[in-house]
């Protein structure tokens, strides 16, 4: 018993340091929300409330030795409960069908999508033949050119012909699923169009749209001033508007670590609002009047605060900037509470503000490198407040920031790797050449230039901007071009993500030497389970467009091109750096146009598309050998003989999504990716709507 015991007494007497623990406990039971294969009733909604009601009655009321012990378990229900009521609050309609037609809406957004087209997202949508209760609330459109998106504006009322679908769910089991994350973005329906975009009604005026509005025009008057992908660049870190960078720009800041910098997240909150606080302060300092009987420190920080929300309001709502602003409020207001402003109890409280506000947060890989990296910086300046005394003077910049790279970079590269597959090798490189350049010349001349602009007089201010911005261009372009930049790294097993998650914060936060040593072994063992995990041995894309064969030099893809969304996940999932014209050129056998052979162990598999592939795959089938496996981007015909052949038409795709083969022992194990996913609330509302059309016709 006293065994027991002892452990409850030490949790109960390092009460006041288990801050930190908070937000884990909170994840706890964040996280087995998005990993349930249906959504929870009733009865798990009852288990739940019963078990956060008893355990913050006993972290109450309790003896003392159970309150610590109550409120983790408390924690762990409420963010279950916080999850579910989340994922219900943001419902709305998602499109059911494909649709094409007239599509009416209001331009709320303008951006770039990912083969590199403008892109606009709609709300306050009209689609033809659609009743307004099965319209969704947003819609987003890729553009055929740069000219259609010419003279677009945020705001303007506008008509094109389009096609819409509804977001599609993961290429391949266990893969990344965008359904969920177009579900609490409010986005029901994404597609193309390669008509013009005809104005309806010009921007309205609305408030929302005001700052919308405002950062456009921003945007489009630094990259004027500056030019090229620099002005870009530059609009972007200042106004979020990431539309003018271009592919090759994003792709070298990606190959060189350094597109964090692109992304307003903690860091350019961090550093506005540093040099606000810091300028306000050194400068109220410089006026004995003031300084002795203002508290400059409070003053700066209030200024501060007030700069980091304009700054949000210029950016706009985007997740990572609402993040970094929220992480910046809690450690100014620290400051103006007289309390520390960096320390692990300030990241605790802002994990805290934004996991109850945004549970989904917890999945998203911004959310885990952002507290990842902070957590790691504090952890690491412990020991070198300590040891920097002993380093000389002017060489402690440099030190401080090598060491900062370095704790950052090793804190968040396995999240990246395993989000993104892929390790830029030299990042610590471009990140110590690029950093000081943002923080000493881009961050400081942006602000100074939004302070004189309505003067007139940001024109220097905006020339060292772009300047700062041209040489940290420069370093990406130069490291990504570097033999062996990037490293292409496979997805691990599911399970290794959260054990290393769960591992580094035992290890870096956890005070018993015991703990900190359960959290690197559990560290340890996930990147065992990551180094042993095996690749599918045959992908099936869940519309029969393509099909991938494991083969010795990487997967053989059925196409050279057509469907290179799905070939680009495979191959990335696999931790191939190859394109896709590559990977077909691997092996297999075109036969003809429109239809591929290769092999899947010793069983031949045909890939057959165009409109005339159900009447060759009927052919070809009449004369397989058995156990010949089909693949159809298209129905089987019916009442046709299939004879030997085990076909996977759309008919069955539909039924399954995207299929994962793998060999085991004598046999093969199929995994469906709807199998993976579940029936959630992302995905189910849709395939609910049209099996009930199916079923009415």
Not at 319 to 335: E, F, H, K
Not at 363 to 372: K, L, N
Not at 571 to 594: H, N, S, T, W, Y
Request: hydrophobic content about 50%.
């Amino acid at each position: 018993m006293r065994r027991l015991i002892r452990p409850l007494e030490a949790l109960d007497a390092a009460r006041g340091n288990l801050l930190p623990w908070a937000p884990v406990f909170l994840s706890l039971g964040i996280g087995p929300y998005f990993l349930l294969p249906t959504e929870p009733g009733g009865l798990v909604w009852g288990a739940v409330l019963v078990a956060f009601l008893a355990a913050m009655a006993m972290s109450l009321r309790g003896p003392l030795l159970l309150r610590v012990p109550a409120m983790a378990v408390a924690l762990v229900a409420a963010g279950f409960a916080l999850s579910v009521w989340r994922a219900n609050a943001v419902s709305a309609p998602v499109l059911s069908f494909r649709y094409y037609g007239p599509v009416e809406g209001r331009i709320v957004d303008i951006d770039r999508s990912f083969s590199d087209q403008p892109r606009i997202t709609l709300d306050e949508l009209v689609l033809s033949r659609t009743s307004p209760d099965r319209t969704p609330g947003l819609v987003r459109v890729a553009l055929h050119d740069d000219a259609e998106s010419a003279g677009l504006q945020p705001g303007m009322r506008v008509i094109l012909t389009a096609h819409l679908s509804p977001p599609d769910g993961p290429v391949a089991p266990g893969g990344f699923d965008f359904q969920r994350l177009a579900w609490f973005s409010g986005l029901g329906g994404v597609g193309y169009s390669r008509t013009p975009v005809l104005e309806l009604q010009p921007p309205d005026h609305s408030l929302w749209l005001a700052a919308f509005r405002v950062r456009m025009w921003l945007s489009e008057g630094m990259q004027k001033a500056i030019g090229g992908q620099s002005g870009a660049f530059a609009a972007a870190l200042m106004t979020g508007d990431r539309s003018a960078v271009n592919a090759a720009t994003n792709d070298a800041l990606r190959n060189s670590n350094l597109s964090h910098l692109i992304s307003i997240s903690g860091l350019h909150m961090g550093l506005l609002s540093g040099f606000v606080f810091g300028a306000l302060r050194y400068g109220l300092a410089l006026v004995p009047p003031l300084a002795l009987r203002l508290n400059t420190k409070k003053l700066a920080a209030a200024v501060a605060l007030v700069a980091a929300t304009l700054y949000l309001i210029l950016a706009g709502p985007d997740v990572a900037t609402r993040r970094a602003w929220v992480m910046v409020t809690v450690m100014l207001v620290a400051v103006l509470a007289d309390r520390r402003a960096i320390s692990l109890r300030s990241v605790a409280i802002a994990a805290l503000v934004l996991l109850a506000i945004e549970p989904e947060s917890l999945v998203e890989p911004g959310f885990q490198m952002s507290f990842g990296a902070t957590v790691a910086l504090i952890v690491t300046f412990g020991p070198w407040a300590k040891m920097q005394e002993r380093i000389p003077r002017l060489l402690r910049p440099a030190a401080m920031l090598i060491l900062s790279s370095l704790a950052a970079g090793t804190a968040t590269a396995p999240i990246a790797a395993v989000h993104f597959n892929r390790i830029a090798e030299y990042g610590l490189i471009a990140n110590f050449a690029a950093v000081p350049i943002m923080g000493l010349i881009v961050m400081p001349a942006g602000v100074i230039a939004a302070v004189l602009a309505p003067v007139g007089l940001a024109g220097p201010a905006l020339w060292a901007m772009g300047l700062g911005t041209t040489l940290i261009l420069q370093v990406a372009e130069y490291v990504a071009a570097m033999d062996g930049a990037v490293r292409a790294v496979p997805t691990p097993p599911a399970v290794v993500l959260p054990l290393l998650g769960l591992g580094g914060v035992s290890a870096f936060i956890a005070r018993p030497i015991w703990l900190r040593a359960g959290g690197a072994t559990l560290a340890a063992a996930a990147f065992a389970l990551w180094v042993g995990a095996e690749r599918p041995a045959l992908l099936i894309a869940g519309d029969g467009g393509l099909v991938g064969v494991m083969g010795e030099g990487g997967r053989i893809l059925s196409k050279p091109k057509g469907g290179g969304f799905i070939a680009k996940n495979w191959l990335e999932d696999d931790g191939d750096a190859a394109l896709q014209d590559a990977a077909f050129a691997r092996g297999g056998a075109p036969v003809r146009r429109g239809e591929w052979q290769g092999h899947f162990g010793d069983r031949p598999i045909y890939h057959l598309t165009g409109k005339t592939a159900p009447d060759r795959a009927v052919a070809l089938c009449a004369t397989a050998a058995p156990g010949t496996m089909v693949v159809l981007n298209g129905d089987w015909p019916e009442g046709a003989d299939r004879h030997a052949c085990e076909v996977f038409d759309q008919t069955r795709l539909r039924q399954t999504g995207a299929l994962a083969f793998s060999h085991a022992g004598e046999g093969t194990e199929i995994v469906t990716a709807k199998a993976v996913a579940g029936t959630r609330l992302w995905n189910s509302r849709a395939a609910d709507e049209r099996r009930r059309l199916a079923a009415a016709q």
